[in-house]
């Protein structure tokens, strides 16, 4: 499987809502329910934001959410605080227990 | 406090060998299937390798098929990874992790802090 595709960056001023798109294939995202969004401050590991497409951990803002249409996923943060600036990793199931993730998103809060 | 410890990493040459261990605590170890995933310096994450909770559904990443073998001691509480014939393009942070749902749930709940590992001559 190829690697999803996220743009390398976006960026919003404080109080925005953005969005980060992943596209995938009809084999990965486009197949199955499974995507999920992982935020990585710099030096630190990745943190689960969003699983399952669309359901929230215990302890992440319900400011994150996430949606899918066809072979394109997307996680939406509103109300952008700085503290969201960060790198934003998408993931998909695809298929035969491996995951596929996407190359990653750069938040810049201006 | 669930917790995931990475040792290991460290400079290796090219055709080298080594083993990566993830110490594992604060849940039941031997009910959850774990991950091995790794970042290149400036680059996304990537999938390496997943095994089931008592170590009999195995999957590899093709780039590493082959070269790598994932393992787990539930008595030790304890995910390995011994990565050989190391190429260039394997330098990287290895992160362990672990499936969120316990069972192949496609997720990853809990990270690591990561172990780097260098190939270079």
């Known amino acids: 499987h190829s690697a999803l595709t996220q743009p390398a960056s976006v960026s919003g001023s404080p109080g925005q809502s953005i969005t980060i798109s992943c596209t995938g294939t009809s084999s990965d995202v486009g197949s199955y329910n499974l995507v999920s969004w992982y935020q990585q401050h710099p030096g630190k590991a990745p943190k689960l934001m969003i699983y399952?497409?669309?359901k929230w951990p215990s302890g992440v803002s319900n400011r994150f959410s996430g949606s899918k249409s066809g072979n394109t996923a997307s996680l939406t943060i509103s109300g952008l605080q700085a503290e969201d600036e960060a790198d934003y990793h998408c993931c998909s199931y695809a298929g035969s227990s491996t995951l596929v993730f996407g190359g990653g998103t750069k938040l810049t809060v201006l | 406090e669930v917790q995931l410890v990475e040792s290991g990493g460290g400079l290796v040459q090219p055709g080298g060998s080594l083993r990566l261990s993830c110490a594992a605590s604060g849940f039941s170890f031997s009910t959850y299937v774990m991950y091995w995933v790794r970042q290149a310096p400036g680059k996304g994450l990537e999938f390496v390798s997943v095994?089931?909770?008592?170590?009999?559904?195995?999957y590899y990443a093709d780039s590493v098929k082959g070269r790598f073998t994932i393992s787990r001691d539930n008595s030790k509480n304890t995910l390995y990874l011994q990565m050989g014939s190391l190429r260039a393009e394997d330098m990287a942070v290895y992160y362990c992790?672990?499936?969120?749902?316990?069972?192949?749930?496609?997720?990853?709940?809990?990270w690591g802090q990561g172990t780097l590992v260098t190939v270079s001559s």
């Open positions: 992790a672990r499936d969120g749902g316990g069972l192949f749930k496609y997720y990853l709940d809990y």
């Open positions: 399952e497409v669309n």
């Open positions: 095994i089931r909770t008592n170590g009999g559904t195995i």
